[in-house]
């Protein structure tokens, strides 16, 4: 093939390739805004941002359809024509060892797209896509807004604490305060909140509640700038009007509405939540080295560290019980000069009910109060009760080596100043400084907690399903993009034998041919993705990244296969 007839051929191919290109990418940035217009509800400036970050990836996405469609078309324009023909009649075979052949420029356009798509996968679509979501989920009051008023419900993940659902009739978006940006609300009009205990992470369907709140009316506030990690996080609180509070298992036997009161706060972790679709190649290596930089495996091991961090505590209360003849509890805390807080008695047990330690009176009946409380500042004592039962909460912030304690005491007799009064239930809350042991325990690795005999079977199978979610992740995202990248280069390959043996230069026709080769290598490598992610939370569940690995390559191996079998077809004629 001279260089003319290369160039005549390659200029053909690359025509079509572009237009092909622009328009598949123009539908497709389109129709991906479907999701964002419907589910946040976006300004025109916000509108006009997508589309721009849009652009990348999707042109990235539809490299390997308008190679192939581009070879399809021209080479099946080139036979109907008897161009093709006419080669053969100069000496110019079709997969030719020879210098120049037929399938010459259409390889030279595979490879240059398959570099091209490479690139782009690598370095700029992971970051034109975490642009999206960023872009997305800007307004966190305007997403909870279009969500409620499209679902009336929206469900919140906050770290290190359970789930808590809001349901509304209505939400109103406020206007924003332009003195402070970070701050956003939304007036929600007939809501009720649940709040649900942390669940079993072996059981993410199973979902306890642990109280309700009803109100007339409420408004939701949002500060971006109280999160921990600046403004990917979040607080969230709910100030209600006019409404009620009861716990799914009632303590007392009253509990009474509120005029107002708040719900929260509550931290939410970033909506634009940890991707590999959002990494480029330097940070997948990162991540493939250490996987406890995964935000996935991260919280994990926070959740697990807090739990731990309670347990050890009221561990350590409740031998302190067992251990003092009168089988008091005394708690110091770093707060107002140091006050002591004394609580149990003789008579007493202390019992460990999940993280909460709980102190009754076995023996004591209806109106029987044998648990003891005092308060003292310094050798004075400020405050005593008696009640029939003590529950206690702890919240460790293993940052500050903090631990938050709540003491809720039920049918209470308080004693102020020579007073009593009686209470169906009194609370307490104070800080203590959290005990070198407990506080030790947030420096345990990974491999510690994996190796630990005390962390629980739910633990253990949970730590090990998010590592194994995330290194299957970052493998299965390697390889896509690596089979994704060649798929382009094969596809032409493919293209070229389908396009002469079709002899026809019609549009359709060449759409309809080339649509089943592109259709199966890219489904294969998105299911390949998915079953390496598709991990059960059982003990020695069976790693699938190999089989998921299978599904990536087979795709470009069957076009390759069948690449090679028409050629050799072709080539004998």
């Given at each position: 093939m001279?260089?003319?007839?290369f160039w005549y051929?390659?200029?053909?191919?690359?025509?079509i390739?572009?237009?092909?290109?622009?328009?598949?990418?123009?539908i497709?940035t389109f129709?991906?805004?479907?999701?964002?217009l419907?589910?946040?509800?976006l300004?025109?400036?916000?509108?006009?941002?997508?589309?721009a970050?849009?652009?990348?990836?999707?042109?990235?996405?539809?490299?390997?359809?308008a190679a192939?469609?581009?070879t399809?078309?021209v080479y099946?324009?080139?036979?109907a024509?008897?161009?093709?023909?006419?080669?053969?009649?100069?000496?110019i075979g079709?997969?030719?060892l020879?210098r120049f052949?037929?399938?010459?420029p259409?390889?030279?356009?595979g490879?240059?797209?398959a570099v091209l798509s490479?690139?782009?996968?690598?370095f700029?679509?992971?970051?034109?896509t975490?642009?999206v979501?960023?872009?997305?989920?800007s307004?966190i009051?305007?997403?909870i807004a279009a969500r409620?008023?499209?679902d009336h419900?929206m469900d919140?993940?906050g770290t290190g604490?359970g789930?808590?659902?809001?349901f509304?009739?209505?939400?109103n978006?406020?206007?924003?305060?332009?003195?402070?940006?970070?701050?956003q609300?939304?007036?929600?009009?007939g809501?009720?909140i649940?709040?649900?205990l942390p669940g079993?992470?072996?059981?993410p369907?199973?979902h306890?509640?642990?109280?309700f709140w009803?109100a007339?009316?409420a408004?939701v506030h949002?500060d971006?700038?109280a999160?921990?990690?600046?403004?990917?996080?979040a607080m969230?609180?709910?100030?209600?009007i006019?409404?009620l509070?009861?716990?799914r298992?009632?303590a007392g036997e009253?509990?009474?509405g509120?005029k107002e009161?708040t719900?929260?706060?509550?931290?939410?972790?970033s909506?634009?939540?940890?991707?590999v679709?959002?990494?480029?190649i330097?940070?997948?290596?990162?991540?493939?080295?250490?996987?406890?930089q995964?935000?996935?495996v991260?919280t994990?091991?926070?959740?697990?560290v807090l739990?731990?961090?309670?347990?050890a505590?009221?561990?350590?209360?409740?031998?302190q019980a067992l251990?003092?003849?009168d089988?008091m509890i005394?708690v110091?805390?770093?707060?107002?000069?140091?006050d002591t807080?004394?609580?149990?008695?003789?008579?007493?047990?202390a019992?460990l009910v999940?993280?909460q330690?709980h102190?009754t009176?076995?023996?004591?009946?209806?109106?029987q109060?044998l648990?003891q409380f005092?308060?003292l500042?310094g050798?004075e004592?400020?405050?005593r009760?008696?009640a029939?039962k003590i529950?206690l909460?702890c919240?460790?912030?293993?940052q500050?080596g903090?631990?938050?304690?709540?003491l809720?005491l039920?049918d209470v007799?308080?004693q102020?100043?020579g007073?009593?009064?009686?209470?169906n239930?009194?609370?307490?809350?104070?800080?203590?400084?959290?005990p070198p042991?407990v506080s030790?325990?947030?420096n345990?690795?990974l491999?510690?907690?994996?190796?630990?005999?005390q962390l629980?079977?739910?633990?253990?199978?949970?730590?090990?399903?998010e590592?194994?979610?995330?290194?299957?992740?970052v493998?299965?995202?390697?390889h896509g993009?690596?089979?994704?990248?060649?798929?382009?280069l094969?596809?032409v390959?493919m293209g070229c034998p389908?396009?002469?043996?079709f002899k026809s230069?019609?549009?359709?026709?060449a759409?309809a041919v080339s649509?089943?080769p592109?259709?199966?290598?890219?489904?294969?490598?998105?299911c390949?993705?998915q079953v390496?992610?598709?991990?059960?939370?059982v003990?020695?569940?069976?790693n699938?990244?190999e089989?998921?690995l299978?599904f990536?390559?087979?795709?470009?191996?069957?076009?390759?296969?069948?690449?090679?079998?028409?050629?050799l077809?072709l080539?004998?004629r």
């Open positions: 001279s260089k003319t007839l051929v390659l200029r053909d191919l690359l025509r390739f572009a237009l092909t290109t622009l328009t598949l990418t123009g497709m129709g991906g805004l479907l999701r964002p419907t589910e946040t509800g300004e025109t400036s916000e509108v006009g941002r997508l589309l970050y849009m652009t990348p990836a999707m042109a990235a996405y539809c490299l390997p359809i192939l469609f581009a399809t078309f099946g324009r080139f036979a024509d008897n161009e093709l023909t006419a080669m053969r009649a100069g000496g079709f997969m030719s020879r052949s037929m399938a010459l259409a390889g030279v356009l490879l240059v797209t490479l690139l782009l996968l690598c700029v679509v992971p970051l034109y975490l642009k979501e960023q872009v997305m989920y307004n009051a305007k997403v409620i008023a499209k419900e919140f993940h604490s789930e808590v659902t809001v509304a009739q209505e939400a978006l406020r206007p924003e305060d332009p003195t402070h940006p970070d701050q609300a939304v007036e929600l009009v809501p009720a649940v709040n649900y079993d992470p072996s059981r369907a199973v306890v509640p642990h109280e009803l007339q009316s408004v949002i971006r700038t999160g921990q990690a600046g403004n990917d996080r969230l609180s709910v100030h209600l006019n409404g509070r009861f716990p298992q009632y009253v509990q009474g509120i009161t719900f929260g706060p509550v931290e939410i972790p909506m634009v939540r940890e991707n679709k959002f990494m480029d330097a940070r997948l290596a990162e991540l493939r080295r250490d996987v406890t995964s935000q996935k991260q994990a091991l926070q959740n697990i739990g731990a961090q309670k347990r505590y009221v561990q350590q209360l409740q031998q251990a003092t003849p089988q005394t110091v805390s770093n707060e107002n000069g140091g807080y004394r609580f149990g008695g003789g008579g007493t047990v019992s999940g993280d330690l102190i009176a076995p023996a004591a009946g209806k109106g109060r648990v005092q308060e500042h050798s004592t400020t405050l009760a008696v029939q529950q909460r919240e460790p912030d293993s500050t903090v631990m938050s304690l709540t809720e039920d007799l308080l102020t100043s007073e009593e009064t009686e209470h239930e009194f609370v307490r809350g104070f800080n203590t400084a959290m042991h030790a325990i947030k345990k690795s491999a510690d907690f994996l190796a630990d005999p629980s079977t739910g633990d253990k199978a949970w730590l090990r399903h590592q194994m979610v995330t290194l299957n992740g493998d299965s995202e390697l993009r690596a089979s994704f990248a060649l798929s382009c094969v596809l390959l389908l396009g002469v043996m230069g019609n549009f359709m026709t759409f649509f089943v592109a259709l199966l290598c890219i489904t294969l490598m998105v390949g993705q390496a992610t598709h991990v059960a939370f003990p020695n569940f069976p699938p990244l089989r998921a299978g990536i390559w087979t795709g470009n191996a069957i076009v390759i296969l069948g690449a090679a079998w028409l050629s077809r080539q004998r």
